[in-house]
């Protein structure tokens, strides 16, 4: 993949989350400052590749898991650089530190990343899995239509004993689309932040989303509250 292509993929899956409708030609030409031909050239190869596709009823592009797997790697392969927390790390820090006893505190910051991220916060207490803002999840676009309403709810079924045999062992684990082990059609994205609890060492915090992500965002998130809720928890 050229450097051009993928600065064309980051902005298609950058807009498309933003959006929620696929992305055009001349939107990505005003960008670029080239003509509309040229990026139809480089969308054509990205699609041929696997990394972007066209939904029958739009002339505009809509990444694939594999193209969303790949910025999701780039993000995770470029090296952060120390910035001062941001306003929602700071509110999401507060509900956590002032959460009182351990079960409550996984639930404040489970609650703080559904308002957060308007997505569907999942967290483990000891055998349980905690869920909040289910409405958040099927209000998405994606989800409208229903017929993935069933995948979704297999996939929920299923994750506490899932994470409890599968246990995770990275301290940020994102699983798109289709690598999901389970609803693997019901086109959402998980992402999860283990982290150490009295309850045990393979406590897990994260969201459950359709696969139109703002993933840098999310992830951050995620990944600070794992960060956060260890520190709390242990203090």
Excluded: C
């Excluded at 292509?5 to 902005?11: D, F, G, P, V």
């Excluded at 899956?13 to 990505?28: C, D, F, H, K």
């Excluded at 939904?55 to 694939?64: D, F, L």
């Amino acid at each position: 993949m050229t450097e051009r292509q993928k600065q064309i993929l980051t902005a298609i899956i950058e807009q498309y989350a933003e959006v929620a409708v696929p992305v055009g030609s001349s939107l990505l030409a005003k960008v670029f400052s080239v003509s509309s031909a040229t990026v139809r050239a480089e969308m054509a190869e990205l699609e041929r590749l696997g990394y972007i596709a066209q939904p029958h009823t739009s002339a505009g592009r809509v990444p694939t898991d594999k193209g969303y797997r790949f910025y999701v790697n780039n993000i995770a392969d470029t090296p952060q650089t120390p910035t001062p927390e941001r306003g929602a790390e700071r509110a999401l820090t507060a509900r956590v530190t002032d959460g009182g006893l351990p079960d409550r505190t996984i639930r404040n910051a489970v609650d703080t990343l559904v308002e957060l991220t308007h997505n569907l916060g999942i967290g483990t207490i000891g055998n349980q899995l905690y869920m909040s803002g289910l409405s958040n999840l099927f209000g998405q676009p994606e989800f409208i239509g229903g017929h993935q309403v069933q995948q979704v709810a297999n996939l929920l079924d299923n994750l506490e004993p899932w994470l409890r045999e599968a246990r995770p062992n990275e301290p940020l684990s994102v699983y798109i689309g289709s690598e999901n082990p389970i609803g693997r059609s019901a086109g959402v994205s998980l992402i999860i932040s283990r982290f150490r609890s009295p309850f045990s060492d393979h406590s897990y915090i994260g969201v459950l989303g359709p696969t139109r992500q703002s993933y840098r965002d999310v992830m951050g998130l995620v990944a600070h509250t794992g960060k956060t809720l260890e520190e709390v928890l242990f203090q």
